[in-house]
């Protein structure tokens, strides 16, 4: 199946025969030159917040909902030492520490997502945790919001 050359997305026929892009990134002016992989400073300036309504910052321009999700599986050493917690009571830092990298990866990823659609923020960010016990012990966390383009009110 054909990828888009900007953002790696399945492509239809008509977009394969017409650009090598998706219709997103055409949207967005995105162009084959500047498909590159973006650069982790770019990706890092992309505003993350839990708010819809900012003060001191317009919305120009709501692009799309972008989603990013990660699983993560805790070792069996981890695990252990989890039941052990739950039968003396206390804190568990690994299972901590892994909840810690799991938001970390998944934000990164959500800001990944929006510059491939050429946002500047993502507005209304949620975390959504589950335990996915079916598969071991794994921690499934999807980060969402809503790309956009913001700007300072002058």
């Known amino acids: 199946?054909?990828?888009?050359?900007?953002?790696?997305?399945?492509?239809?026929?008509?977009?394969?025969?017409?650009?090598?892009?998706?219709?997103?990134?055409?949207?967005?002016?995105?162009?084959?030159?500047?498909?590159?992989?973006?650069?982790?400073?770019?990706?890092?300036?992309?505003?993350?917040?839990?708010?819809?309504?900012?003060?001191?910052?317009?919305v120009t321009r709501r692009i799309e909902i972008v989603t990013a999700e990660c699983a993560f599986g805790m070792n069996i050493f981890k695990d252990l030492f989890a039941g052990v917690r739950d039968i003396v009571g206390g804190r568990s830092e690994a299972v901590q520490q892994t909840l810690r990298d799991a938001r970390r990866t998944a934000l990164y990823e959500l800001k990944k997502e929006a510059h491939a659609v050429g946002a500047n923020a993502v507005i209304g960010v949620d975390l959504d945790y589950v335990e996915l016990s079916a598969a071991g012990s794994m921690v499934l966390l999807v980060a969402s919001g809503t790309a956009v383009i913001v700007e300072e009110k002058l």
């Open 1 to 58: 199946m054909a990828l888009c050359k900007s953002c790696g997305k399945s492509l239809t026929l008509l977009n394969k025969a017409t650009q090598d892009l998706c219709n997103t990134c055409v949207s967005s002016g995105h162009t084959k030159a500047n498909s590159a992989a973006p650069r982790k400073a770019e990706v890092d300036a992309i505003m993350l917040t839990t708010e819809t309504q900012l003060d001191g910052i317009r």
